[in-house]
Every structure is written in structure tokens, then in C-alpha cells.
């Protein structure tokens, strides 16, 4: 009878090991948002951005 | 727009502008570089935007696309647009036309226009500039590989255009006007850009009735596509919402039929290869053009492409009209099997047929066959940049 107590409790220990192994990740870091835009312009010379300036 | 819906905004430079003339002191080349990139700095802050980047390619004034992506190294400036499409994740892209058009058509600024377009197909694509993506080991950690960015797929790209005929562009895309009042300022939009111009003290050189007419023509945009639905003329954030959408693979470099073929060269060449692998096959809107002023010499190179597995000899003739002339007189090619003549043509006009309009053609034949032909419009005005 010891004998299956001691494996039941070294079975409820051993789960229990691995069950607070499983712990939540952090959160994956966002992409900074500080820099997010709406509109992109790409264009050759400092200047060319007017052409949509109007817009 | 931008101030209507609230939108951000941010600009990337291909180059510092460190060429051209200087309208407000001395300084020349790196120092005028350094100038205009305070300038455009004043200027963007004057209209809401604080974010811009400059890269590092020299301004090259010219009319040739693949002069300014050789000037600059096309691999590096494409490395930095796709890494600045990651970290600002844009909705649409706006850029200059990827086109070979009669008015500045400056190679810096269709340059531009075809990274952005590569851009846009690449910043969701892995295999493009992967160090970029890798995330780092130990974020908080010094000396980590990896930049750790995010892959993002653009949604939508538009076109403006630097021509001087705007008859190609109507319906191709949304048109805005300039004399919509803007509901902060109450003033015209056209006076909002007015304002900024005024910053580009360097570039000034325009009269007061110049830059009336530039600042209050309205802003013809050209679409490019989307991914995300919606018509060519409708609002540019039409479908768009927040919901980040997925890598949308172009169509790539597609090789022609083979067989032999007679084309236009140098930029017409490129751009008719560069529409449909990136699934903007309608920019071709117009016939191809060009600019000479009168007495001057036209550069037209001109491509023969013998895709079978037999040397083709090739008989080329020219049909100008009267009085231009053209060199060289060759008119018949070898061409080798699986290899491509480049012809480098040098037409001159005559004076007479200034601020006219004329066409040129070339056809050609093998063994009896038509291989093709080609015709190229040309505006007999002067261009203020070399061809």
C-alpha cells in the first residue's frame, strides 16, 4: 500500500511539475506604432512631395 | 485628403538633391543637398508631416530610368524603400510614374517610381532582404543579428506624372481639385501648397503666375492596383480598413514568344517588360514619345531580339519624315541565336518642324518576313534635361 501511495504522489508531483512548466509567453512585441502610416510617398528630390501637397 | 480623413503620412527621398541650379545662394552640390533637405524638412512641417527619410542616391538629371538605378545602386536603394515599408506599414503608396513621357520626365523621378512598385511587391515577401525580418535573439541584448521587423503587404498603389500633356490620364485614376477650401486653414488647398513651396527657396525660380498655375492644376492620380478591390477612379482608401492583408505574389518577368522581334530599346524596353511582372500592364497609355529640341539629336536605341536557336539576319528601314536625319546608315544586323542587337540611333530634326508633332517608324524583315515594326512620337520642342 506504501508502496502505491508513493507512486501516485510521485505521479501527482511529476504532473504537476510539467503543468507549472506551461506557463503563458509574453506577449509578441508590436511593431512600433509611432511610425504606422496611412500614406507612403516615394519619390526623387526634396520638393516632389507637392505635387500632392494639393491633395 | 490627408487632413479630411486624418490620415498619415509619411515621405522617403531618393535623393538629397544635390544637383541643379541654386535660386537662393552658392551652395552647390553636398551643401545644397544639405540645404534642401532642411528645406523639404520645413516644408513637410508646414503640412502636418514630421516623418521623412532621405536615401543616398545622387540626383542625376536625365531622361533615362536606368541611368539613375545604375547612379544610385538599385539593390541598396531597394533594400532601404522595402525596409522603410516595413517599419511605416502604409496602407497606399504614392509615387511617380513608372514611365517614359514627354515633359520633365525626369529619370529620378520614374527611378523612384519603379523601386516603389518593387517595393510594393516585396515587403511581404520573406526571401526580400531576409536580415530584415530575423527577429533578434535578445531584443533588449547589444550586438543582435536581425533588424526584426515585420513583413507587410502595401494595399494599394497610385501614380503621378511629371507630363506635359494630361489627355492620357483622364479616368485612370481619382482627380482632386485644388480649390477645395481646407476646413482648418479656411483656405484653398492650393494655397496649402502654395505655403510649402515656398520653403524650396533653392527651386524658386518660378514667377508668381507659374507657380499659380503649378499649385492650382488639379492632382491627377494614375491608379496601379489594388489589393483590396475598388474602381480605378474611386476614393484612394476605398476598401481599405485596418486588417492587415496577405504577401500578394506579382507576376514576374515573363520571356517573349520565341521568334524574332523588332522593339523600342533603353527605357521603352524595360517599362514593356516591367508593367506586366509587376500586374500594371495598363500604364501603357499612350504610344511611346519623346522630346528633341530642334537641331539637337534624339538618341533612339532600338532592340532586335532573335529568340530562336538560328543566327538571323535582319533588314531594318527607316520612314521620317522629310528633312530629319539618321544615323547610323546600317540597315542590315546579324543576330545571333538567343541574343539581342542593340541599335543606337542619333535622329535630327529640322528646324522647320518646331513645336510640331512628328512620328517615325522603323520597320524590319528576315528572309522575306516581316519581323515588326515601331513608331515613336516626337514633340520637336525643347527639353530643359538631357535625354
Known sequence: ?55 | MIEQQHKRVAVIYTTRGNSGGNAAGQEQANALADVREMEARHSLASYGVSDAWFLHGSDTPGADVLHSLGQWGHGAALDEIVRLIRVTRPEVILTWMPNYVVGENHEDHQAAGVLATEAFDLAANPLAFPEQVEAPRERLGIGNYGEGLRLWQPKKIYYFSDTTHFDFLHGKGPECQTNDMSPSRKVPYSRVAAEAWNYYKTQNDFTDAQLKEFTEMPVRLIFGKSLVGGSATSDVFEGITSAPVAYTRARGYVPPAPGLELELGGPWAFYHAFWPAHNIEHLDLYSPEAQVAPGETLWVPLLIRNDTDAPKQVTLRSTLSSGWSQKPDATIYTVPAHDAYAIQLKITPPAAHKDTWQTLKWSAESGGQSVGSVTLRVDVAANGLPQ
Request: proline residues 9%; without cysteine; hydrophobic residues 40%.
Open chain 1, 1 to 55: 500500500m506504501k508502496v502505491f501511495l508513493s507512486f501516485v504522489l510521485a505521479v501527482f508531483i511529476t504532473s504537476g511539475v510539467s503543468q507549472s512548466r506551461a506557463q503563458q509567453a509574453p506577449p509578441n512585441p508590436e511593431p512600433d506604432s509611432r511610425y504606422k502610416v496611412d500614406i507612403l510617398e516615394v519619390v526623387g528630390h526634396p520638393d516632389d512631395d507637392i505635387e500632392v501637397v494639393q491633395n
